[in-house]
């Protein structure tokens, strides 16, 4: 994973609440067997006016001209701007994957969900909670100024508006130090083999009955 | 101090490491791989030079591509006609294969859906930690095992290390008091449930459902109301165990046998939530006030009973929520105040792992035995859970009913809950559906999702129109509390 580092980028703004994983990549490309090449079916079904397949050359497909990534004002975004309880929904990993894929860094809304808040973390993306009210403002100004970034600054959890203005907003440490760190957890999870093994030895002495295979 | 709940105990069951940071390592028990989430998991083993940590604790099987016609999967894996389905399933195949776990192949009889074949298996416990690349692994909560989903990299995770990295969840107790009327099925239960609190409303909880409507429940109602947790925004779904639970487990094959069964059924007599336990959020319902449920938009939260009509956006008080509201039923071509009732469909579905276990069907079954399906639907399809739910209904003439009422009989499989496979809605229909969600193009590209309980998608098929299943005659056949 690469390391998380401070910039500064186009803020694109999508004001929908209660936005699935369905609609963030549709299952049709759940079918892939890799982690890669995501990005040009991201949000699928708003973005282009006809239905997509897997492994088609997206270039040649009809865009739809309202929707917020087709607009070249939010071209090369990096920061996606959103609403209430985003990520609902499915398991799908492919979700940040097809955001990272087509090159967000950073998505703000008021609440997500917990899976998704999750997996976006493993693949280096990093979710920033705002109060409604703080994001009703986001929303404006990036509608009001053209060209709208945000300044994100990950190791002093703030995000710097053009104004000058500095949000600051809460991470774990844990999440914080593996972004910062661009850290494997596995690696580290395995740094503590010798408590893994001693409590499975001590969880089958008490529940057998859990390592049972079948008849 | 007080009292634990269902989840403490669990928690602290497998809690290996608590960190300073927050964080903890908590020990996985038993971990359900299926062909979409797991590939790239292999992957990255494969690239690590790592091996997963316990083989026994992995249990494979191919749900979500799978084609459901009798005709393709008499031929096996070669039956999928998508070159990149194939593929899927194939590669897991080869990584049960490599690595050495057990996979219910695509026409092994004990295939079928991951939460469907895990508790008919017994390989879901009381008191196991249980996860799964899918979010609706929360089903298995139904057994009072902790039960979540994960993504993929945590499938990696567990794979390589037998534990999750994880926060502790705060407790939430959603209870169900009273009596449910005839007619009113666990799905209804759990729609009402979301229709209560919301898509988010169980977000960063545990949600232990409880009350004596939710204790009479037979164990296939209680994982359909655990199963959609997730759809409350909650990952996990819990229900305390009793003797439904121990009686449903005994005999299973993966079940412990002779005195270990003795020493287990006496061990999970405790996972249950102590009196005195205290929850950070009480939500209760009253059973004799929930009806059977419809979905109209195209979010869970977006339901009412049968009686009652579609909103109209204007009355919601918050402006996010009006929005939502106008956008959906634009989508779903309603109009503000359209009676449920005047909701016509084109299709059915009857199945997915919310509802297409044995006691799913026989409720379906009853209304349709007899009955024909109405001209107007152009397709009504029950698809069972997993091959052993299928040779259950057909011992029992299920199939026969429904194939003589115009319904197709299908194979095992996630089919047209999510439309990986070939099962799915047209741009613009709306279906009927026992599946769990309702979102945009969920069921096919443009296609128009209501969920409800399989004996109200039966009645639907019947009339061509969502109909108040109490309102049948010999309605009294439906009830699933006295099955």
Redesign the interface.
Known sequence: MKKFERFEGVVAPL????V?T??II???F??????TGFGVNLFD?LRYLD?GQ??QDCSQRPLNPDFVLNQPRFKGAEVLLA???FG??????HA?WALEDFGFKVVIAP?F???FY??SF??GILLITFPEDVIDRLFAEVDANEGYQLDVDLENQRVITPSGEILEFEV???RK?CLLEGLD??GL??K??D??RA??QK?KAA????????? | MSGQTLYDKLWN??L??Q?D???A?I?I?RQLLHE??S??AF?GLRL?N?KP??L?ANLATPD??VPTTIKERAEGNSGIK?P??L??VQ?LDDNCLEYGI?EFKINDPRQGIVHVVGPE?G?T?P??TVVC???H?ATHGAFGALA???????V??VM????L?A?KMKNMQVRVEGELGLGVTAKDVVLAIIGKIG??GG??YAIEFAGSAIASLSMEGRMTVCNMA?EA???VGLIAVDDTTIDYLAKR?????AE??E??VA?WRNLVSDDDAQFDKVVTLQAEEIEPQVSWGT?PEMVTGISGQVPDPSAALDE??Q??HT?ALEYMGLHANQKITDIKLDKIFIGSCTNSRIEDLREAAKVAKGKKVADSIKLAMVVPGSGLVKRQAEAEGLDKIFIEAGFEWREPGCSMC???NADKLGAGEHCASTSN?N????QG??GRTHLVSPAMAAAAAIAGHFVDVRSLPANDATHAQEA
């Not at chain 1, 004001?15 to 209660?18: F, G, I, L, Q, V």
């Not at chain 2, 979540?148 to 945590?154: A, D, F, L, V, Y």
């Not at chain 2, 979102?439 to 969920?442: I, M, S, W, Y």
């Open positions: 004001d929908r609440a209660n699935d369905d609609l549709p299952k049709q759940l079918k892939s067997i890799k982690r079904e239905e897997p492994g609403r209430r309880n609902c929904g499915s398991s799908r990993e940040p609440s969900a917990d899976i999750n997996n493993k693949n774990d440490e844990f130090h957890d596995i999870t395995l503590d083999e408590a893994i409590f499975e969880h529940r057998p009955w859990l390592f049972r295979q079948s008849a | 069951q497998h290996v490491k960190r940071d927050g964080t390592l020990y028990d979409v989430t590939p790239q992957e690590a790592r940590w316990r026994d979500h591509n998508d990149v389905s593929i899927q590669t057990e298996q390989a416990l008191g196991m690349g899918d979010s692994t979540h989903g994960i993504g993929t990299s945590e990696e995770h390589a290390t037998q534990c990295l926060q898509t988010a977000t960063g997730i925004g909650a990952r094959p993966f079940a412990p046998t270990q069964w020493a287990a061990d979010s996010t929520v929005r939502s956008r999510l439309a990986m969600r979102f945009e193009g969920r590209y443009g």
